[in-house]
C-alpha cells in the first residue's frame, strides 16, 4: 500500500526537502502541500491523504487548529505534529486536538519515514512513556473539573477493559501490561483494541488524553478500581 501524504509547513525549503525524502520511498507519495492551517484542511478534505505532517507555527489558522479541524472533518487522515522539543506545550496541544503522535523538526529522516508508516498503520509514534511525561507535564490544562465516571462512555468498558486503559495511561507497553495483570500480550492487545472502538479513540496516545482528561490517572497517581491509590513506578 503507498502512504499518501499532505505536508503543511509554512516554509517552502522544508517542503520541498520532506517531498525529496518521501517521493523517494517505494511506499510514499506526497500528494499535496499547505503553507498555512487554512490550506492544510482545504487539501485534506479534498486529496484525503493518510498522514498529514503538520507544522504548529503558520500563519493564519496554526497547526494545532488545524489539526483539530481535519480530526473532525477527515476522520480517515492521521495527523503527526512536527515540533521542536519533545515536552513542548505545542506537543501536548496538538495530541489533546487529536494528533496521533509528533515528531522533533531535527528527526533524522529515517525516523521521519518509521513514524509516516506508524501512524499509517494506525499506530501511535511517540513511545507510551514519553506520552505520559508529556501529558503528566500539562496534566493541570487537561484536569479542570470532572472526574471518575463523568464521562458516560466509561460504562461502556468492562472491569478487566477499564484496568487495562489505567495501565496504558500509566506509560506502560503492552509486554509490561500483559505482566503486570498476569495476562497473555495477545490478550491485552484485544482488550485495547475494544477499549478504543468502546470510547470511539482512534489509537493509544488518544486513549492516555481521555483517561487524565476522566481523571482514572493523575500525575504521580494512579486511582485503582476500588478509589486506593498507588504511587507511580
Do not use: C, W
Not at 152 to 176: H, K, M
Amino acid at each position: 500500500m503507498t502512504v499518501r501524504v499532505l505536508l503543511a509547513d509554512d516554509e517552502s525549503l522544508l517542503r520541498m526537502a520532506f517531498t525529496m525524502i518521501l517521493d523517494a520511498q517505494p511506499d510514499m507519495t506526497v500528494v499535496g502541500e499547505a503553507g498555512d492551517g487554512a490550506e492544510a484542511v482545504r487539501l485534506a478534505s479534498r486529496l484525503r491523504p493518510d498522514v498529514v505532517l503538520m507544522d504548529v507555527r503558520m500563519p493564519g489558522i496554526d497547526g494545532i487548529e488545524a489539526t483539530r479541524r481535519v480530526v473532525r472533518e477527515s476522520p480517515a487522515s492521521r495527523v503527526l505534529i512536527l515540533t521542536t522539543f519533545d515536552l513542548d506545550e505545542y506537543a501536548f496541544a496538538g495530541l489533546k486536538a487529536g494528533a496521533s503522535g509528533f515528531l522533533l523538526k531535527n528527526a533524522r529522516p529515517e525516523e521521519l519515514l518509521a513514524a509516516i508508516r506508524s501512524i499509517a498503520s494506525g499506530d501511535a509514534v511517540v513511545s507510551p512513556r514519553i506520552t505520559r511525561r508529556l501529558l503528566e507535564t500539562f496534566a493541570p490544562q487537561l484536569m479542570n473539573g470532572g472526574g471518575p465516571g463523568d464521562d458516560t462512555r466509561l460504562g461502556r468498558l468492562t472491569a478487566r477493559e477499564r484496568e487495562v486503559l489505567v495501565q496504558v495511561a500509566r506509560g506502560l507497553s503492552n509486554t509490561e501490561i500483559a505482566a503486570a495483570l498476569h495476562l497473555a500480550e495477545a490478550t491485552v492487545k484485544t482488550h485495547l483494541s475494544r477499549v478504543l472502538d468502546k470510547l470511539e479513540l482512534r489509537d493509544r496516545v488518544q486513549a492516555v488524553v481521555f483517561a487524565y482528561e476522566a481523571r482514572l490517572v493523575r500525575p504521580g497517581h494512579v486511582r485503582d478500581e476500588g478509589g486506593a491509590g498507588r504511587g507511580q513506578s
